[in-house]
């Protein structure tokens, strides 16, 4: 079953055309990842799926519900973390999970969610004292006050230090056990490789690669990268062709690393040769990722 | 779906949401709530406590009931208009939007405090005046007195929240709320007792906007003078006049979402997202 069912979605402001044609398919309990450069059109598709925003053409089908025309019951089952909303300052943590929570018919419990994502001890807190990173957990616990079906994330962890996030892959992970479907944007590459099942990448208004965090943009057939230093070696004595020399730096591509790897250190051990700094490495998402807005941006 | 909170429960949170809000922010109670009783006390010193020479009542008399429309319209029209914008600039009113409150819900719980702290207001004034000022209460009238207050606090919170729906930011309805208000205060009996001789064009001010009439159908209610029930069925039909077209219109015309470029909060964040 999918959730969120989307074909030929096109906004138009004025002459500006923000979203040029997108299709798009979440299935139930998935997490799925929107990437993409700012100003490429994932902002405005998600606020056109909460409802936010009317689309000018295509249809789209969320939780079955038309989010253009939605019924009360869409923004029952629905949860939304933005980043341009925000809590009441002079509430504290506790009172703004008790005063949203009650607007839902299925409500998870104040205490369980500030627990959830770790606000503890800022419970009686005014939210105006609470750190950057402690405002988006409690964003976070916000958009899953009603208990949601389908949650819809808008950069949930930007501004967190490194804990923090890990904290909030946490409860995210936590949500997808619950069978949740999640629908991400981020820009941060490791986010979307740790959390998702799929990727769309966004770019002027287009998707322009989708896949699995391992297979986008043809990842999964790209060659492997071995890369390392050697000094006072004679060039041409290598045991395989370097595909690039960058000061030191020799970089061998290879389809077959297990055995081109052995032949490199064999021959490294027998001339007693030290291959400094050796990394092997496939390209990372956020290689594809660079390379695929880079391609649509000098296209 | 089973378990959706009754409407009446869903009101009554949002009642006593809005109303906690208020009085965690000092500033804005203090000025809707004791600076009109300040200019009544200084109002009584200067003045003294004597009767009014062609009004034929005490300073007190007058001062108390013309004060605590002040109070009520703070309490209403300043107040909403004010806070309503700084919470669209902050994205609050984004975030309810996204929520299955329906919007006149909200709303509703928005006007219900403000009419609730406007009635704390008057009994403010009203008890202070009463207490140390010698000012006549008449039980007769009091029906009057509460049916012009729920008319007048409904007529001036659709104007604030008109005002919120047309101000670009918070800063401006603010602007807008504090520079209508006055200057009205003193074309409609609520500051000055009118002379007799006025100006034609400042009687036609006052008369053209809904404050004086707020403040005279709720004077009449004190009026030592009158002997009648005090019902001043013209000035509360005018007000529900303007009530029902600020209404339609701020219904028209409100948006949730920051105004694009319209506050600086708006721009601190726009500046703050990452390329």
Request: proline share 5%; net charge negative.
């Amino acid at each position: 079953m999918a959730a969120i069912e989307v074909r030929g979605l096109v906004k138009r402001y004025g002459d500006l055309e923000a979203v040029a044609g997108i299709d798009l398919t979440v299935l139930e309990g998935e997490v799925f990842a929107l990437l993409g450069p700012n100003g490429a059109g994932k902002t405005t598709t998600v606020e056109i799926l909460e409802g936010y925003r009317e689309r000018t053409s295509g249809d789209v089908s969320v939780l079955g519900y038309d989010p253009g025309d939605p019924p009360r019951e869409f923004r029952e089952r629905i949860g939304i973390v933005l980043q341009e909303t925000s809590v009441e300052p002079e509430l504290t943590v506790a009172e703004a999970l008790d005063i949203y929570g009650a607007i839902y018919p299925r409500r998870r419990p104040t205490g369980e969610l500030i627990e959830l994502v770790g606000l503890t001890d800022k419970r009686d807190d005014r939210v105006k004292t609470l750190s950057g990173g402690q405002r988006r957990r409690l964003e976070l616990a916000l958009g899953i006050v009603g208990d949601p079906d389908l949650i819809f994330l808008d950069e949930p962890t930007t501004g967190f230090d490194p804990s923090a996030r890990r904290q909030a892959w946490t409860v995210i992970e936590n949500l997808r056990g619950l069978g949740k479907t999640i629908l991400l944007t981020t820009h941060y590459m490791d986010e979307a490789q740790h959390l998702s099942d799929r990727v769309a990448v966004i770019a002027r208004g287009r998707i322009i690669a989708a896949g699995t965090p391992e297979t986008i943009g043809g990842r999964a057939d790209a060659k492997t990268m071995i890369r390392f230093r050697v000094a006072g070696v004679a060039l041409d004595s290598l045991p395989l062709v370097p595909v690039r020399l960058d000061g030191g730096f020799v970089e061998i591509e290879s389809s077959d690393p297990t055995r081109d790897l052995y032949t490199l250190t064999r021959w490294a051990l027998d001339n007693e040769i030290e291959l400094e700094d050796l990394v092997v490495d496939r390209p990372s998402l956020e290689d594809i990722y660079l390379q695929l807005t880079d391609d649509e941006v000098t296209a | 779906m089973t378990g959706r909170p009754s409407t009446l429960r869903l009101l009554w949170v949002q009642t006593v949401y809005q109303s906690k809000l208020f009085w965690r922010n000092p500033v804005s109670a203090f000025f809707t709530l004791a600076f009109p009783v300040m200019i009544f006390v200084v109002f009584s010193l200067v003045f003294g406590n004597e009767k009014i020479p062609y009004l034929e009542i005490t300073v007190a008399q007058y001062y108390a009931p013309s004060l605590a429309v002040f109070a009520a319209v703070s309490a209403t029209y300043t107040n909403l208009a004010i806070t309503t914008s700084y919470q669209r600039d902050l994205g609050i009113l984004k975030r309810i939007r996204g929520t299955p409150l329906p919007a006149w819900v909200y709303m509703g719980g928005k006007i219900i405090s403000a009419t609730y702290i406007a009635f704390i207001g008057i009994v403010i004034m009203i008890g202070v005046g009463v207490a140390f000022y010698g000012l006549n209460v008449y039980g007769r009238t009091m029906p009057a007195a509460i049916l012009t207050f729920l008319v007048g606090s409904f007529a001036f919170s659709a104007l604030g929240l008109f005002i919120s729906a047309v101000a670009p930011s918070g800063q401006a309805a603010t602007a807008v709320a504090n520079a209508t208000l006055l200057p009205l205060a003193f074309f409609s009996g609520i500051f000055i007792i009118p002379a007799e001789d006025s100006p034609t064009w400042l009687r036609l001010v006052g008369d053209f906007f809904p404050l004086k009439h707020f403040n005279d159908a709720f004077f009449a209610a004190f009026d030592p003078q009158r002997t009648d029930a005090a019902f001043e069925g013209g000035h509360l039909a005018y007000m529900v006049l303007w009530g029902v077209i600020a209404a339609a219109l701020a219904i028209r015309w409100f948006t949730w979402e920051p105004t694009v470029g319209g506050s600086t909060t708006r721009r601190r964040r726009a500046a703050r997202v990452p390329t």
